[in-house]
C-alpha cells in the first residue's frame, strides 16, 4: 500500500496552494457560519461543509494542488478539452436544483438539493481518483455516503442496481449540442457497490462547494474504480432489477464494460493500464488493483472472473 502516516510526508510535498486553502477554509468556516446567523439556507450549507470531519477512509498521500483538480477536468457536457470545463461550466446554474430518488424503492422522492445537503451528516474523504486515460490526482471531497441516503429510500426486493443521470440541458451544456455521446451522462452501479462505505455523493472540495467543473451541485465518486463511473451534476438516481445502460458502454462496449474497476492486469483494448501519472508528477508509477482499495472492497467481487466482467 501506498499510504502513508502524515509524518512521514516531506514537508516539501506539502503544496503552497494546500497549506493556503486550509487556512483559507478554516477563515471561511468562521465567517459562514457568521454570516449563517443571518442569512439561513445557502451559507449554511456552506458552513456545515467547511465544518465536516475528516473520514477514517482518507488517504495521507500528498493532495493535488487546487489549481490542478479544477482546471483539468473531464466533463463532455462543457467539451473534451481539459480546459473546456473550468471555462464553459461557469455559467451553469445549480440552483434551484433538484434530485429524483426513483424506481424499486419504497420512498421516491424529490429532493432539493440544499435539504439533501442537511439531510446526512457531511465527511471529508480524500481519495485517490483514476482516469481510465492513464492519470490521477488525489483529491479531498466533501459528502455524504451515498448508502445514507439508500438506506432511507428503502430499495424494494428487486433493486439489483442503481442508475445516475446527469442533467440534460443542451441550452446551458454546449456539449450536448454535438452527438459526442448519447446524452445524457447515464453511469451505475450493482446495488452492493452502491451501498458500500467507500461510495460517496459529494457536495463540495477543498472544504468548499464543488466547483461546477467538477459536478456541481452534486456528483458520485467511487474511487476503485476508473473516473468516468463518477457521474457529474446528477438529477437522478433510479433503482433497478437490470443493469442500467451507461453512457460509455454503449459508446464503445468493448473499451468501457459496466464494472470498470481499476485494475492494471486488464487492459484498455487501446493502451495499457499498467501505470498512471499522478498529476504534477513527472515519472510515472504503477497502477494499484482497484486504485488501492482493494482490502476494503476486494469481497465484492470474490469469484468473479475480473477479465470477463472488465
Ligand atoms: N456528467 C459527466 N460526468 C463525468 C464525466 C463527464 O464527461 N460527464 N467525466 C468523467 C471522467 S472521465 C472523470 S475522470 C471524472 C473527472 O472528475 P473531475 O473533473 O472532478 O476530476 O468525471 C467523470 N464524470
Ligand atoms: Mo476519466
Redo the contacts with the bound molecule.
Keep these: 500500500m501506498l499510504i502513508r502516516s502524515a509524518s512521514d510526508i516531506p514537508s516539501s510535498e506539502i503544496t503552497p496552494e494546500a497549506l493556503y486553502l486550509r487556512r483559507r477554509q478554516f477563515m471561511q468556516a468562521g465567517a459562514a457560519v457568521a454570516a449563517g446567523a443571518l442569512l439561513p439556507g445557502v451559507s449554511e450549507a456552506s458552513a456545515r461543509l467547511a465544518a465536516a470531519m475528516n473520514s477514517r477512509y482518507s488517504t495521507t498521500e500528498p493532495q493535488t494542488p487546487y489549481k490542478d483538480?479544477t482546471t483539468?477536468?473531464?466533463?463532455?457536457?462543457f467539451g473534451t478539452d481539459k480546459s473546456d470545463?473550468a471555462e464553459n461550466a461557469q455559467g451553469l446554474k445549480t440552483r434551484p436544483w433538484t434530485v429524483s430518488i426513483e424506481g424499486e424503492i419504497k420512498h421516491p422522492k424529490v429532493w432539493d438539493i440544499d435539504a439533501l445537503i442537511k439531510a446526512f451528516p457531511l465527511e471529508e474523504r480524500i481519495y485517490r481518483?483514476r482516469?481510465?486515460?492513464g492519470w490521477s490526482?488525489v483529491?479531498p471531497w466533501t459528502g455524504f455516503p451515498l448508502a445514507s441516503l439508500i438506506r432511507q429510500a428503502e430499495p424494494t426486493g428487486n433493486a439489483k442496481y442503481v442508475e445516475f443521470t446527469?442533467l440534460l440541458d443542451p441550452a446551458q451544456m454546449p456539449g450536448q449540442r454535438r452527438a459526442v455521446?448519447d446524452w445524457?451522462?447515464v453511469?451505475g452501479l450493482r446495488l452492493d457497490e452502491a451501498m458500500h462505505p467507500l461510495t460517496l455523493l459529494a457536495v463540495g472540495?477543498y472544504g468548499q462547494t464543488l466547483p461546477n467543473?467538477?459536478?456541481a451541485p452534486i456528483?458520485l465518486v467511487v474511487p476503485w474504480k476508473?473516473?468516468?463511473?463518477?457521474?457529474?451534476?446528477i438529477v437522478r438516481i433510479r433503482f433497478t432489477d437490470r443493469q442500467p445502460a451507461t453512457a460509455w458502454g454503449r459508446a464503445a462496449p468493448s473499451e468501457y464494460g459496466f464494472y470498470s474497476n481499476v485494475n492494471p492486469a486488464v487492459d484498455h483494448p487501446r493502451w495499457s493500464q499498467a501505470k498512471e501519472r499522478r498529476i504534477g508528477d513527472f515519472f510515472k508509477r504503477d497502477t494499484l488493483l482497484f486504485n488501492g482499495y482493494g482490502d476494503q472492497i476486494a469481497q465484492l467481487y470474490r469469484g468473479m472472473d475480473l477479465r470477463k466482467y472488465y
Excluded: D, H
Design positions: 483538480v483539468y477536468n473531464n466533463y463532455y457536457e470545463p481518483l482516469c481510465v486515460e490526482m483529491i446527469t455521446l445524457p451522462y453511469e472540495l467543473q467538477n459536478g456528483r476508473y473516473g468516468f463511473k463518477s457521474a457529474k451534476a
